[in-house]
Nanobody, 124 residues
């Protein structure tokens, strides 16, 4: 059974940084695509970043390009989201997601597995 567990959220001032982690377990993920999404109160779930577990190109939502970086550590079975230059509008619950295919999809419905999320709050 696939499990994705996020950690690393918290409260940070605008301009600060956080690194989110997503610990993956339950199977080999080499043929998966991993993604990060976020959801603010009253808004739809928004694509943040994605990459193939095996490496290669990374993709980002327009609102986070140049500030966020997705990466993974195969030895630790963990995917990361480094978030720099945080803004109050980045405040949301951040979710890790896994897709049972390597082709790129930026919609939440395209992902098969989800973590429970971690709250990120950016204050002025």
């Amino acid at each position: 059974q696939v499990q994705l567990v996020e950690s690393g959220g918290g409260l940070v001032q605008a301009g600060g940084s956080l690194r989110l982690s997503c610990a993956a377990s339950g199977r080999a993920f080499s043929s998966y695509r991993m993604g990060w999404f976020r959801q603010a109160p009253g808004k739809e779930r928004e694509f943040v970043a994605a990459m193939r577990w095996s490496g290669g190109s990374t993709y980002y939502g327009d609102s986070v390009k140049g500030r966020f970086t997705i990466s993974r550590d195969n030895a630790k079975n963990t995917v990361y989201l480094q978030m720099n230059s945080l803004k109050p509008e980045d405040t949301a619950v951040y979710y890790c997601a896994g897709r049972r295919s390597v082709d790129m999809v930026a919609t939440a419905t395209g992902y098969d597995y989800w973590g429970r999320g971690t709250q990120v709050t950016v204050s002025l």
